[in-house]
Antibody, heavy 119, light 109 residues
Framework: EVQLVESGGGLVQPGGSLRLSCAAS????????MNWVRQAPGKGLEWVSY????????YYADSVKGRFTISRDNAKNSLYLQMNSLRAEDTAVYYC????????????WGQGTLVTVSS | EIVMTQSPATLSVSPGERATLSCRAS??????LAWYQQKPGQAPRLLIY???TRATGIPARFSGSGSGTEFTLTISSLQSEDFAVYYC???????????FGQGTKVEIK
């Protein structure tokens, strides 16, 4: 069974940092592309970042470029999101989501971890 | 950047009735269009991909159609567990990887 489990969320002050993790199991992690998607309270879904299966290709949404860093450790079946210079508007539930190669939807999602940026 | 527009924002439907949700892309996304269902407090779940292919385990009452810029999700006979928010997503032109629509909430009439 495919499982994605996020952790690392919490309350952080504006300007602070947080590192999210996503532990994957039930599939060959190193064969899949991964994404972070967030959802602000009461709002819709916003794609945040993408990393290829090898980690060689990375993309970010303009809203987080220069502040967030996505990475993965295929030996540990884990995905990460380092979030720096956090702002109130980064407050959201953050989901990790799997996608296949090429043109592919996000077929499995974690349960999400809440990040709250507030003083 | 492609913009995905869903309509209506809210759809009020009685159990057993048909629901039709629309999604429009600002430029062609071919058939690289997915639909997701999200219930309160839960992660989104993939329903449809490739505009019309049901994901594993999705009941046959869910169907998708369309290509290019106009897409439709139809729920043929709404069950109580189908009341949720539905999002469309294009994955044809990226980055950004997977532009989402703003969602349609299907509520009980």
């Amino acid at each position: 069974e495919v499982q994605l489990v996020e952790s690392g969320g919490g309350l952080v002050q504006p300007g602070g940092s947080l590192r999210l993790s996503c532990a994957a199991s039930g599939f060959t992690f190193s064969s899949y592309e991964m994404n972070w998607v967030r959802q602000a309270p009461g709002k819709g879904l916003e794609w945040v970042s993408y990393i290829s299966s090898s980690g060689s290709t990375i993309y970010y949404a303009d809203s987080v470029k220069g502040r967030f860093t996505i990475s993965r450790d295929n030996a540990k079946n884990s995905l990460y999101l380092q979030m720096n210079s956090l702002r109130a508007e980064d407050t959201a539930v953050y989901y990790c989501a799997r996608s296949g190669g090429g043109y592919a939807p996000f077929d499995y999602w974690g349960q999400g971890t809440l990040v709250t940026v507030s003083s | 950047e492609i913009v995905m527009t869903q309509s209506p924002a809210t759809l009020s439907v009685s159990p057993g009735e048909r629901a039709t949700l629309s999604c429009r892309a600002s430029q062609s996304v071919s058939s690289n269009l997915a639909w997701y269902q999200q219930k309160p407090g839960q992660a989104p779940r993939l329903l449809i991909y490739g505009a019309s292919t049901r994901a594993t385990g999705i009941p046959a009452r869910f169907s998708g159609s369309g290509s290019g810029t106009e897409f439709t999700l139809t729920i043929s006979s709404l069950q109580s567990e189908d009341f949720a928010v539905y999002y469309c997503q294009q994955y044809n032109n990226w980055p950004p990887k997977g532009t989402f629509g703003q969602g349609t909430k299907v509520e009980i009439k």
